[in-house]
């Protein structure tokens, strides 16, 4: 008898996780051969979830639609290519301090632990507590594995970690840029209070300027064309079911933008009705501007050059930043997928930071 599925419903930054466990189990069944996730492919076939953007906030709904292909992204996109980044740290650390105890940080619906275990190590997966009661629902806790129920930011989780003597590495995923800058911050000092020697690794994303607008220019005006299309029918899926003071959000998005809101007199309570408006110049710059505005708005800690943290506090050492897309195979893929990959690393939108705390 098939086994009913789990219904998982997150609002918020939590469920970003959601658009982060469907690109993994896409890019294991499209290029298994580079990245392959079982359980995250058994993880998506499980949940009762159409990984679509239309019941979360709207900050979120980009993220999903990006992560998941939604809009025709190219296929190695930032979070499972971010897992693969981190396999390889990790299983370096493993391969030298086989016992050590690995927190995984606002871990989600991550499932690294399945493809880096070695059969000694210690493992932590660190999140919220409602998160940790959806990851419990969907993934009892394997021997030698604890789920913890807390903010990264409450200390207090520092001292469920009880295995710290054969060696300690963290990761954090797509964690830190949303919180402000004194927090991040803060929670460095924490590690290098709690975890002298430890490592971590980590994804940071640069400041956008203008990096959003020049990405979307790498791929042919067909393709820019049918992102747009399958961006807005995912906005309109959105706008049909959010509360009011979501679609108010939006709104003032919108009336920030460079691109005419709405003929004179007209007042915006229909997001298709808006979209009718524009003309298909003004269509480009207002998703243009909207990616922008969002990343603006919502990342909230961006960083250009690890040393910057090193600066923060004296026990922090840079050991690693590399490009997102550094070292990836690009022969299997498609060349509007090349060029956006190419892009990314040249201008620095993504990098991996491994530090010594």
């Not at 990761?171 to 004194?182: E, M, P, T």
Request: aromatic share 10%; net charge negative; with cysteine.
């Amino acid at each position: 008898m098939q086994q009913d599925k789990v219904k998982v419903r997150l609002g918020g930054i939590s469920a970003s996780m959601l658009g982060c466990l469907w690109g993994r189990a896409q890019l294991s069944k499209d290029h298994s051969s580079l990245f392959y996730d079982a359980k995250a492919v058994e993880l998506v076939e499980k949940i009762d979830y159409d990984f679509s953007a239309s019941d979360v906030p709207p900050f979120v709904g980009i993220m999903l639609m990006f992560n998941s292909g939604k809009v025709n992204r190219p296929e190695f996109c930032l979070g499972p290519i971010r897992a693969k980044q981190f396999d390889e740290k990790a299983k370096a650390y493993i391969a030298e301090h086989p016992r050590a105890s690995v927190i995984n940080i606002a871990a989600g619906l991550d499932t690294t632990f399945y493809r880096v275990d070695n059969g000694t190590i210690h493992w932590y997966d660190l999140d919220l507590p409602a998160v940790i009661d959806i990851r419990r629902q969907l993934l009892s806790e394997p021997d030698r594995v604890t789920y913890i129920a807390k903010s990264l930011l409450d200390p207090s989780w520092c001292k469920d970690i009880t295995h710290t003597e054969e060696g300690v590495f963290m990761i954090a995923g797509g964690a830190l840029g949303w919180f402000d800058k004194s927090e991040v911050e803060q929670f460095f000092s924490m590690l290098a209070d709690n975890f002298p020697d430890g490592e971590i690794v980590f994804d940071a994303m640069s400041r956008s300027d203008g990096r959003f607008r020049t990405w979307m220019d790498n791929f042919p005006p067909e393709q820019q064309d049918a992102m747009r299309a399958a961006w807005m029918e995912a906005l309109k899926g959105w706008w049909e079911k959010a509360p009011q003071d979501q679609k108010d959000m939006v709104s003032n998005m919108i009336a920030a933008l460079k691109t005419p809101i709405k003929p004179k007199g007209k007042e915006l309570t229909d997001i298709e009705t808006w979209w009718n408006w524009l003309n298909d110049r003004e269509r480009q710059e207002a998703v243009r501007d909207l990616m922008e505005s969002t990343h603006r708005g919502f990342i909230k800690w961006t960083l250009e050059d690890a040393n910057e943290i090193a600066k923060w506090d004296s026990r922090i050492a840079v050991i690693d930043q590399l490009p997102l897309y550094r070292d990836i195979p690009r022969d299997s893929v498609s060349a509007e997928t090349r060029r956006a990959m190419d892009y990314s690393d040249e201008s620095g939108g993504s990098n991996i930071i491994h530090l010594r705390v």
